[in-house]
């Protein structure tokens, strides 16, 4: 095996796709802004879930590279104001095409392999495989989470991303996923524009993203002012089951959600970042 | 030593960090928010094989907020909008300066682990005490309770670094006004007079009663809180006052009415004058003198009339007829008439009398005289004396001299006499006891930092440095300790502080204290005291219980001072204090017209001697009553002796 210094910086990770998925409007005939009354928290507790990877380039077999991951993913549920752990969860890999994992001689105890798609061997791209393949583990490992969660308690669970995911997910009429990427965008033309400009303390009509794959609704919500900073300033997708789609659903949650603006999370993405999902990374990193 | 058992629960957990690394001298740890941890408390760690013991002297806290400029945008600039509905991550972080680690050695840095809070064995292991309060020959003074996570620890000093002779003297700091300083002296005397092991002989005390009536009322008894009594039990103490107390206190000017707060009659029979006469200031002239007077020729002068004059028979024939026997200041005055006569007479060239300048005689009799005007009713004019049992201290007693109301250059006398007395006699072997404590109050005024080098000051520092073998103990006291000579208080082996100014702690004497430390000090509560021992590597704090003794306020509640007598009802009350049986018009009838120096003097005779009647011998030393006669109003003329034939005349 050749050793490696690390990630080659060159490697375009999560480099996602700019992308304009139409969404349907389920709200409205067309995309408004609804002004969200003041903000009130959740009367009930509410959990916080998060996932983290850290991969680590081991080195290459030939020109193949091989790599160790470790995905990470937790439940802190917060109850007067204070936050508990209460679902925890871990795996580690060696990710990397079959003969390389055949070379390297087995996985260490409690560590289990996970293999590249054969074909012609690029490295750089065998690299980005690796780095969806962690993802997509600790996407899995985020879900197992929540079903452990769930499995125990009755509670909100916001979720940092997208609920389409998965169909438990998808149905369950107390997870909120709040996306903080806007790589994919639900709108063009005039609404985009609307969609973009949303006044803080603001939603938009609800809307369906992914229709006929998932029953999610989702709408936009402005949890901070963007003029003098960005269109994307303060801008989060809030994802719920369809139960919770209803236009006074849609603005009670909003609500609360603005309630969780505070405190401020800090880092660069604070304006985006609860910071319930700030204290669950920052478990994560110091776990 | 074991390590800490794996069931007890720890409260913390050793973090150690490039900037923040654990060191052999300290470490930091973190607890959950609702710790009982807090500054002064002993916590220790357990971990590969060493445990580490420790007293907690910093604090801090911190949350996740990454700029104060976050919160304001969250509040959105306004510090009343509504509460966040999640609390930030939040640690307590704490320093904690080692106090022992087992093995000794290697030493090394402290290991990570986590962290508990001491436990009774703790304590007593973490400040070496297994090594003094244990076995037969066990050397603990009790000097209260380390409090802290519901704990009360009874801590104890080493005697051999209290009384001598490994080190010795105590010093006491803190604000005026919370009873403090005097209170822990005061509890600590009862701790020695109670724990002061057999083996290492007797001990008595000798305090200065330097302001209003502190110390007037350690016989007495206090009613404590129960609180108080727990802490007694706790520490195996008996609550109970100064079984063994003297008073002493010099007259106010008229002779007869004791000078001190402590006059209430119930009280009289323990309370005696204190009355030196010529030999006793003499020896001591040095300490009422300034160091301008007390130059060589003004020492050689007093040296030569204290080696052939004073208390001796001095007779020169250029002076007068007869010898002078001069015992009291009276006589010494006359003594001195007669010298400046003698050199007036010989007009010029009358400037030296035996080798000694007329103004270095003149500038002696002025400050010698001045002593008996600035001191009296401590000095008097007749030679009588009444003074500390020299030579038969009890053991367990103390002796409280009530120095409150006298002059400062007085008060000066009495301490330099007393001190030096009492090391004479321990020096001889001969004072009654092995060890004496001495307490003195408003130490700064008798050893400033700054000022002229004066006798008190350089006795001070004699007995700071050299007591401890002697087993003389200065327990000593004041507001400030910058204000005090350094070596004198720098020379106590074992330092107290109670609540204390920040504009004192702000002196470089307190620099080795955190911050967090100085804040605790000058807000402690009373009946708090952080402890300085040659025992404790750190400085600890610990609680004590007030004395079991009647405060000065509440005695002369309890006690109110008699009001100042007239002269003959004092009389009666000093000879009442000798035998209560004497009458107060048999002694108004005594004295009634006779002069008052020579009612003094008979008082005078009467104590000194205790007679099994003290009325009957007052009245034999007062003397028959002299009719005055009236003066022949002409003179019988003398006839003129007949002259034998003048062989001059005309």
């Known amino acids: 095996m050749a050793p490696a210094a690390g990630m080659p910086a060159v490697l375009p990770f999560r480099d996602e796709d700019a992308t304009i998925r139409p969404a349907r409007l389920i709200e409205d005939a067309e995309l408004r802004a609804h002004p969200v009354p003041a903000a009130a928290p959740f009367d009930a507790p509410v959990a916080f879930l998060d996932g983290t990877q850290r991969t680590e380039l081991l080195g290459y077999f030939g020109s193949a590279p091989l790599a160790l991951a470790e995905a990470r993913a937790a439940v802190r549920e917060r109850v007067d104001g204070l936050f508990t752990t209460v679902v925890r969860e871990r795996q580690v890999y060696l990710v990397g095409r079959r003969a390389a994992l055949a070379e390297f001689g087995g996985e260490p105890d409690g560590v289990e392999a996970l293999e590249l798609p054969e074909g012609p061997l690029h490295p750089l791209r065998d690299l980005a495989e690796i780095r969806r393949a962690v993802d997509r583990v600790r996407g899995n490992l985020e879900l197992a989470a929540a079903d452990a969660f769930r499995r125990q308690r009755g509670g909100w669970l916001i979720l940092d991303g997208s609920l389409s995911g998965s169909p438990t997910l998808a149905e369950d009429p107390r997870a909120i996923g709040i996306v903080k990427s806007h790589s994919t965008l639900p709108f063009d033309g005039a609404d985009l524009e609307r969609y973009l400009r949303l006044p803080p303390a603001h939603r938009t009509s609800v809307f369906e993203p992914t229709p006929g794959f998932r029953p999610v609704l989702a709408w936009a919500l402005r949890l901070w002012p963007w003029e003098g900073r960005d269109l994307f300033h303060g801008l989060v997708r809030v994802e719920v089951a369809a139960v919770n789609g209803s236009p006074e659903r849609a603005d009670d949650i909003s609500r609360a959600l603005l309630a969780e603006r505070l405190p401020v999370s800090g880092g660069p993405q604070w304006d985006r970042l609860l910071y319930g999902t700030h204290t669950v990374q920052q478990f994560l990193r110091a776990e | 030593m074991t390590e800490t058992p794996v069931t007890r629960h720890p409260i913390g957990r050793v973090v150690a960090t490039e900037l923040k690394p654990s060191t052999p001298h300290q470490f930091y740890f973190w607890t959950a928010r609702e710790s009982a941890v807090g500054i002064g408390a002993i916590v220790c760690v357990s971990a590969g094989g060493r445990t580490v013991y420790g007293v907690v002297t910093d604090g801090s806290a911190y949350s996740d907020l990454p700029t104060p400029m976050m919160d304001v945008l969250g509040a959105d600039g306004d510090p009343a909008s509504p509460p966040a509905p999640s609390a930030r991550s939040e640690i307590r972080l704490y320093l904690a300066s080692v106090l022992r680690q087992e093995p000794a050695e290697p030493l090394q840095p402290v290991p990570i682990g986590p962290v508990h809070l001491a436990t009774d064995e703790d304590v007593a292991l973490a400040l070496r005490m297994e090594g003094y309060t244990v076995g037969e020959r066990a050397t603990g003074i009790p000097v209260g309770v380390y409090a802290a996570g519901g704990l009360e620890s009874p801590v104890s000093l080493d005697c051999d670094f209290l009384l001598g002779p490994e080190a010795a003297h105590l010093n006491i700091s803190g604000v005026s006004g919370l009873a403090t300083k005097t209170s822990a002296v005061e ?5 020695i007079f109670q724990t002061f092991p057999a083996h290492k002989g007797s001990v008595a005390a000798v305090c200065f009663n330097v302001k209003g009536p502190d110390l007037c009322f350690l016989d007495q008894p206090a009613e404590l809180a129960a609180a108080d009594r727990g802490l007694y039990d706790r520490m195996g103490l008996a609550a109970e006052p100064f079984r063994d107390v003297r008073y002493f206190a010099p007259f ?7 000078n001190t707060l402590r006059t209430n009659e119930a009280l009289a029979e323990s309370t005696e004058p204190l009355v030196w006469g010529l030999r006793e200031v003499l020896d001591f002239a ?6 301008d007077d007390v130059d060589a020729k003004a020492d050689a002068f007093i040296d030569f009339l204290a080696e052939r004059v004073v208390g001796r028979e001095f007779y020169d024939p250029s002076l007068r007829g007869k010898a002078f026997q001069v015992q009291s200041f009276a006589d010494l005055d006359e003594f001195f008439r007669a010298i400046f006569d003698f050199m007036e007479a010989l007009g010029k060239g009358g400037e030296v009398w035996r080798t000694h300048h007329v103004a270095t005689i003149r500038k002696v009799r002025n400050r010698l005289s001045n002593i008996s005007t600035r001191s009296k009713g401590l000095v008097t004019d007749d030679g009588g004396v009444n003074d500390l049992p020299w030579g038969s201290f009890r053991d367990r007693s103390v002796q409280v001299i009530d120095v409150a109301g006298l002059d400062p250059l007085a008060q000066d006398l009495v301490f330099a006499r007393v001190v030096s007395k009492l090391r004479e006699h321990l020096e001889r072997r001969d004072l009654g006891v092995d060890h004496v404590v001495v307490f003195v109050d408003e130490l700064n005024k008798y050893a400033p930092a700054d000022g002229p080098d004066t006798y008190v000051r350089k006795m001070l520092l004699d007995l700071s440095e050299r007591g401890r073998y002697l087993g003389l103990v200065l327990f000593s006291a004041q507001q400030f300790r910058s204000q005090v000579q350094r070596r004198v208080v720098g020379n106590a082996g074992t330092s107290v502080f109670g609540r204390m100014d920040m ?8 620099a080795t204290l955190s911050p967090a430390t100085k ?11 952080m402890l300085r021992h040659p025992h404790f590597t750190q400085p600890i704090f610990v609680r004590f219980p007030r004395p079991a003794v009647m405060t000065g306020r509440e005695g002369v509640e309890r006690f109110p001072p008699a009001v100042e007598l007239p002269f003959a009802e004092a009389v009666a009350r000093q000879l009442r204090s000798l035998d209560r049986r004497v009458s107060a018009d048999a002694v108004r009838l005594a004295v009634d017209g006779r002069r008052e120096d020579d009612v003094r003097r008979a008082l005078a005779a009467t104590r000194r001697s205790r007679p099994d009647d003290p009325f009957a011998y007052f009245i034999s030393v007062l003397g028959k009553r002299v009719v005055a006669e009236p003066a022949p109003t002409q003179r019988r003329g003398v006839r003129a002796v ?9």
Do not use: C, H
Not at chain 2, 252 to 258: F, H, I, Q, T
Not at chain 2, 519 to 529: D, M, Q, S, V, Y
């Open chain 2, 503 to 510: 504009d004192e702690l702000a002196t470089p004497q307190y």
């Open chain 2, 187 to 191: 509890f600590l005397l009862t701790s």
């Open chain 2, 642 to 650: 007949a002259a034998p034939e003048d062989p001059y005349g005309p």
């Open chain 2, 519 to 529: 804040i605790k000090l000058a807000t402690l509560p009373k009946g708090e005291l």
């Open chain 2, 286 to 291: 040095e300490v009422v003198m300034n160091k």
């Open chain 2, 252 to 258: 106010r000017p008229d002779g007869v009415n004791l």
